[in-house]
C-alpha cells in the first residue's frame, strides 16, 4: 500500500460539515478516556473520510511523564488518533454500528514533528479499502499546516 499524503491533503471542511461531538464520539467508539484521542470529528463521509481534532491540554495525564522537563505527546498516540478518527468515518456506517474496528498493522508511519500541551492536533484519515471484515486506510495529524505525522494502516473489524 503506497502512501499518498496528497490524497489527505484534499480533504477539506465543507460548508455544510456533518459534525461528531465528543459526546456523540463516545457513542460510537468504545474508547474512554484516557484512551479516546480524538475529541470531536469537524467532518466525515461515512465509509470514506473523517477530519478530527485532538486538543492538547497540559493537564493531560500523558505529559506527566512524557517527558514532565519537556512534555511532547506520545507519536504512538497519534497514531492512535489517526485510527479512531478512521474508526468514525466507518462507524458511522449503519452496516458497522457497534461492532469494534481493531489495527492490523501500521506502515509507513513517519513523525515528522513535535505536538506539544497547546497544540490542536487536526487529524485526517481516509478508508481507501474494504473487504468484508477488513480495510486499509492512510491518515495524517498536523498541527496548523506543520506535518506532525503520517501513516498507512489495517485494520479488522470485530
Known amino acids: ?55 492538547m491540554s497540559r493537564n493531560d495525564p500523558v505529559f506527566a511523564g512524557h517527558f514532565p522537563a519537556y512534555p511532547v505527546f506520545p507519536g504512538v498516540l497519534s497514531l492512535e488518533a489517526i485510527a479512531q478518527c478512521g474508526a468514525c468515518a466507518l462507524l458511522t456506517s449503519p452496516d458497522f454500528k457497534g461492532k469494534m474496528p481493531m489495527f492490523g498493522s501500521v506502515k509507513n508511519a513517519r513523525f515528522k514533528s513535535q505536538v506539544r500541551p497547546g497544540d490542536v492536533l487536526t487529524i485526517k484519515t481516509v478508508l481507501t479499502n474494504m473487504k468484508a471484515n477488513v480495510g486499509l486506510a492512510e ?12 501513516c498507512s494502516f489495517s485494520f479488522v473489524i470485530v
Not at 500500500?1 to 489527505?8: A, K, P
Not at 491518515?139 to 503520517?150: E, F, N, Q, T
Open 1 to 55: 500500500m503506497s502512501f499518498e499524503v496528497e490524497r489527505l491533503t484534499n480533504i477539506e471542511v465543507r460548508e455544510n460539515p456533518n459534525i461528531l461531538t465528543c459526546d456523540d464520539i463516545e457513542r460510537i467508539l468504545p474508547h474512554r478516556q484516557p484512551m479516546l484521542m480524538i475529541d470531536r470529528i469537524v467532518d466525515y463521509e461515512p465509509l470514506k473520510w473523517a477530519v478530527g481534532e485532538k486538543l
Open 139 to 150: 491518515g495524517a495529524a498536523y498541527v496548523g499546516d506543520r506535518l506532525a505525522v503520517k
